[in-house]
């Protein structure tokens, strides 16, 4: 019996520790910070030892091993004092590989995660796959892992969990892309951060299937490909002489499909006309989840009926309704400059475009050509909407401001032809206005509701 210390009590934190203590080990739960009644309950019912708001060095460095949430730096003096003792500190996803056979379909990247993940589970639910989601969309794969009743699991992985990661081994790891996040607790460095998404597929070998995007620039620069047995999967938006390409788009709504790369008379065209995915990154994390299908063996009829019914999580280019023949779409999680220009990029029709909120120090320079092709009016929503005025005031043919989302709502449905798009997309925190980004997209869903039930 191993004395186990976890860090951290959260989701995979107390997940970690209920799997633990369900293989025998003695079990110590620390919080720097104070821990939700939720998860207080659960680690009291199991009668699992637990502190908050402090960490008891003297108990925390007899620890055989520690599994650290992914929410704590390395820089922090709990964990510089566990490294000079040389006590072993692993992630909550490396204790659960330890104790599952099911096969992990494990998927990161800077951006289209969360999506690429649920559809990527939505597709094996709908075929009849007895499949766990878990990881960074808020269920501990830990905790599952104490039943242990899938044969697959979907995990995503934020970078921050891959870290502490040593056997941990896929069955097919998805890397979708690797642009500058989180720089700070890679020291700064590009290359470091891709090498932390890099580690999602390190251990995999021959048996195993690396999807990955051989259109981004950093992951060509980071990854090896040459001395991997892993089975590469490379995907593009279009067919690449200079690539055996696993999936590629041989039109705008079909994926060709190609699983032993190179051999073409094994290729089939799958339809994504069904999919209610906007945008070009969508296009991307798509062809992502459907070439992962695909290789868990999933036919194409089976793939083109689900990705008709899949629901992205809210709040992600979501679909509300339409009033006057105007479409109403909810991207209020689109909180920085990347993610709105995803969503102007995405829609082909006019637009009537909400944005604003609190600033990030954000520059807007790159949304103004696709802001001048397809934005006919602009409803700034936010307490200071001076720099969204002098940004886009040329720019745009109509440009007003409000304070409530219900005036912004019912302005933007004044202004929309039917035909056009009214797109919340704000490009800025939430926290002027609203409590965040949740409840900012939830008033604009009424208040849409409200105006398709007048």
């Not at 906007?278 to 194409?300: D, E, S």
Request: hydrophobic residues 40%; proline residues 4%; contains cysteine.
């Amino acid at each position: 019996m191993a004395k186990i210390v976890i860090l951290g009590a959260a989701e995979s934190g107390v997940g970690a520790a209920l799997l633990a203590q369900a293989k025998g080990h003695s079990v110590f739960v620390s919080d720097r910070g104070p821990i939700q009644q939720i998860y207080k309950d659960k680690l009291t019912d199991a009668g699992i030892r637990f502190e908050e708001n402090q960490h008891s060095m003297d108990e925390l460095l007899l620890a055989d091993e520690v599994v650290k949430s992914p929410g704590i730096p390395e820089k922090v003096a709990v964990i510089q004092a566990l490294r000079e003792r040389n006590i072993p500190i692993i992630s909550e996803i490396e204790l659960a590989g330890r104790y599952t056979k099911a096969k992990c379909i494990c998927i990161t990247g800077t951006n289209g995660k969360t999506t690429t993940t649920l559809l990527t589970y939505h597709l094996l639910k709908e075929a009849g796959f007895k499949v766990g989601l878990a990881g960074n969309v808020g269920f501990s794969l830990a905790e599952q892992v104490i039943e242990d009743k899938h044969d697959y699991y979907v995990v995503e992985l934020s970078s921050f969990q891959l870290d502490d990661t040593y056997e941990f081994r896929p069955w097919i790891s998805v890397l979708l892309n690797i642009t500058p996040d989180h720089l700070d607790r890679y020291g700064y460095s590009m290359e470091q951060y891709a090498l932390a998404k890099l580690r999602i597929m390190r251990n995999q070998d021959s048996s195993g299937y690396f999807i990955y995007n051989a259109d981004d620039e950093m992951i060509q620069r980071h990854f090896q490909a040459a001395f991997r047995t892993v089975k590469q999967m490379p995907f593009s938006l279009h067919e690449r002489p200079d690539y055996q390409l696993a999936a590629y788009y041989s039109s705008e709504e079909e994926i060709c499909v190609d699983l032993e790369p190179g051999y073409y008379s094994k290729t089939e065209k799958i339809s994504t006309s069904a999919s209610p995915l906007i945008g070009q990154h969508n296009r991307q994390n798509t062809m992502a989840a459907v070439l992962a299908a695909r290789v868990a063996g999933i036919t194409k009829p089976q793939i083109e009926a689900a990705l008709a019914t899949f629901r992205n999580a809210e709040h992600r280019l979501q679909p509300v309704g339409e009033v006057h023949g105007a479409r109403f779409i909810n991207d209020s999680k689109a909180t920085n400059v990347e993610a709105a220009w995803f969503a102007l990029d995405g829609i082909r029709q006019p637009i009537v475009w909400i944005a604003g909120g609190t600033d990030k120090g954000n520059d807007y320079g790159t949304l103004v050509p696709l802001v001048q092709a397809r934005v006919k009016a602009l409803i700034c929503l936010g307490v200071d909407n001076e720099k969204l005025k002098a940004s886009f005031g040329s720019v745009v043919p109509h440009l007003e401001e409000t304070r409530s989302m219900e005036a912004a709502v019912r302005r933007a449905a004044e202004l929309a032809s039917e035909g056009d798009v009214v797109l919340l997309s704000p490009a800025c925190a939430s926290f002027d206005l609203f409590r965040n980004y949740e409840d900012r997209g939830q008033q604009f869903i009424e208040q849409v509701e409200k105006l398709m039930e007048a």
